[in-house]
Structures are given as C-alpha cells and as structure tokens.
T-cell receptor
C-alpha cells in the first residue's frame, strides 16, 4: 500500500542538539511538505518542495533545514537554533503544489520533546 | 491578509447531527478543505469545495458560500468514532494552505 512513513514517532532531545526527522513516501508525489502542530494553533508550514533538489521556506523556517535529494525522501533537521522545538511534526505529500484541489496525504507524525 | 476561524470545541450526542462552521478572509481563493484528525494521528482528507453549494459524501457534507466567506461541515448519524478534531484549510492565491486551529468534536453516548 502507498503512503508516507515518518520516523521516529517519538523523539527526545537535549537542548543544543540537532535532530533529523525522516519522511519517506511511495506515492510518486512531486510535492512534499513539513508542518508543525502546536496545541490551539493551526498547522504551520515549515518548508515545502515541489521537485527534487528544490525547496522553499514556509512561514516558520527559522531554525530548521531540509533536503530533497530523492523524490521519495524529505528529511527535516531541527537545529539548536530553533528556540522552541517541542511540537508535533507532520510530513505530507501531494501530486503537485500548483493547483487548488491539492489534496495532502499526511504521515503519522513525529513528536519531538526537548528536555 | 488571510485568516480562518472555527470554534475550539463542540459537543454532540451519538446519533445526532452536528454542524461545524468555518469563516475566512482571503484576498485570493482556490478552494476550501476539511480534514479529520484523531488525537495523536495524521489528518485525513474529508472534502474539498471550490464552488458554492453543498457537497455530500455519505454521512458527511460540506457547504461553501464564497460571497460570505463561510463553510460548514455537517456530520449526520454521529458515531463515537467521529470524536476527533476537524480542520478547515483555505487554499489561497499561491495555492498554499492556511489552516484553522481545528474544532475538537466530543461525542457523548
């Protein structure tokens, strides 16, 4: 079955450490996204990629970095520069990013806690 | 600018009908989405409206009025498994989604 796999599901990090969240999809989708979800707030876009070797900053990119070396993979690194990294991180993909009817398929999420 | 409002929490009874409203302001409109998210899980797509009117899918229906900046999700014959958060999302002028904070729906027996 096609889908999106995120790992790890739970992650604990000490302050000052970088961590990388994995996101892999086998849906043959061109576009991939990283969102952050905090209680009481809507999903906020961190980065997105419409094609391999290209990605764009979203609304809250500071303190995060991504790469898109393969169509299937879009890892997110949460760096020590991110001041408040504790959150639920969601990876998503879509067929493309340039249409209105752009249905997203989400991974199960990664919950990061900074100790 | 763009913003979306939806109620924070609603309570309904099993077997009943509930309507979850979403109002928005935007300078460009390319559609409105509803997603369902159970606690700690991934959001899943429910509906997409780009034209005014009602779209029906089984027990769930979604309505859009572009002139009023208003949408609602209607859930009929509520089941306990419908307890979840319902997220309204707007596709704006650049096709990126702007998300509401979600409405937590609690179903009571």
């Amino acid at each position: 079955d096609g889908g999106i796999t995120q790992s790890p599901k739970y992650l604990f990090r000490k302050e000052g450490q970088n961590v990388t969240l994995s996101c892999e999809q086998n849906l043959n989708h061109d576009a991939m996204y990283w969102y952050r979800q905090d209680p009481g707030q809507g999903l906020r876009l961190i980065y997105y990629s419409q094609i391999v070797n290209d990605f764009q900053k979203g609304d809250i990119a500071e303190g995060y970095s991504v790469s898109r070396e393969k169509k299937e993979s879009f890892p997110l690194t949460v760096t020590s520069a991110q001041k408040n990294p504790t959150a639920f991180y969601l990876c998503a993909s879509s067929i493309d990013a340039g249409t209105g009817a752009n249905v997203l398929t989400f991974g199960a999420g990664s919950r990061l806690t900074v100790l | 600018g763009q913003n979306i409002d939806q109620p924070t929490e609603m309570t309904a009874t099993e077997g009943a009908i509930v309507q979850i409203n979403c109002t928005y302001q935007t300078s460009g409109f390319n559609g409105l989405f509803w997603y369902q998210q159970h606690a700690g899980e991934a959001p899943t797509f429910l509906s997409y409206n780009v034209l005014d009117g009602l779209e029906e899918k089984g027990r769930f229906s979604s309505f859009l009025s572009r002139s009023k900046g208003y949408s609602y999700l209607l859930l009929k014959e509520l089941q306990m498994k419908d307890s979840a958060s319902y997220l309204c999302a707007l596709s704006g002028s650049n096709y990126q989604l702007i998300w509401g904070a979600g409405t937590k729906l609690i179903i009571k027996p």
